[in-house]
């Protein structure tokens, strides 16, 4: 089965700074990507998606990248702020499903 | 617009115990639904999911069962809890098999 790496596990930033989170997956045919964000002891809420057949999206501060020749994903955030403190997630869908990675500990330091 | 109800939010159960969590959608027609459950704060497990009325699909053998007796609602049964039973249970939906919303989650505690 699909099987969704993610690093780093924790990443601590300056406010304004740049954070990059990265995914790989196994499964050649997943063809969608999403990104959810989770504040504590809040539900995942869906920030970003790319499909297979686009390499790029950005919205706003916050862009995905996708490499299907070496099934990886990224997410970056630019200019980033104390209220994009939280959990990260990357998933794949290989056979209706989305498989979760293990998650990022993003903490932005003012 | 589609809402998604999940109950309850906290549940203290003894080790032994039955399960039972309930989750309802609103706004749209035959969903899939699925359940996940987060241990710790981390990782996001999927158990199980459906795609129609009476289909289920386990993802991990385990102590748990899912049932969709309606096609809004979504059920995780337990007949006995177990101590690693423990963790925060997530409900969610999707009308393709893309974009999920989930709901405000269940903290479930067995001691």
């Known amino acids: 089965g699909e099987n969704v790496e993610q690093h780093p596990s924790t990443l601590s930033v300056q406010e304004g700074d740049s954070a990059v989170i990265k995914c790989t997956y196994s499964?050649?045919?997943?063809?969608?990507f999403p990104w959810y964000k989770q504040e504590l002891g809040k539900r995942p809420q869906l920030i970003i998606d790319?499909?297979?057949?686009?390499g790029e999206k950005k919205d706003q501060r916050i862009a995905v990248t996708l490499n299907k020749t070496a099934k990886h994903f990224s997410l970056h955030i630019t200019e980033t702020q104390p209220e994009d403190s939280a959990v990260y997630f990357c998933a794949a869908t290989p056979e209706g499903k989305l498989i979760f990675g293990q998650g990022t500990e993003l903490s932005v330091k003012p | 617009s589609q809402t998604i109800h999940q109950w309850p939010a906290t549940l203290v159960q003894p080790v032994g115990s039955p399960l039972s969590l309930e989750c309802t959608v609103e706004g749209t027609s035959n969903p899939n639904l699925y359940w996940y459950r987060q241990a710790a704060g981390r990782g996001l497990q999927l158990l199980f999911y459906?795609?129609?009325?009476?289909?289920i699909s386990s993802e991990v053998p385990q102590n748990l069962s899912a049932s969709r007796p309606q096609d809004r609602q979504f059920i995780l049964s337990s007949k006995k809890l177990l101590l690693s039973d423990s963790g925060f249970y997530l409900c969610a939906w999707s009308t393709g098999y893309e974009k999920l919303f989930f709901g405000s989650g269940t903290q479930l505690s067995v001691l």
């Open positions: 459906s795609v129609g009325i009476g289909q």
């Open positions: 499964d050649s045919a997943s063809n969608y």
């Open positions: 790319i499909r297979s057949n686009v």
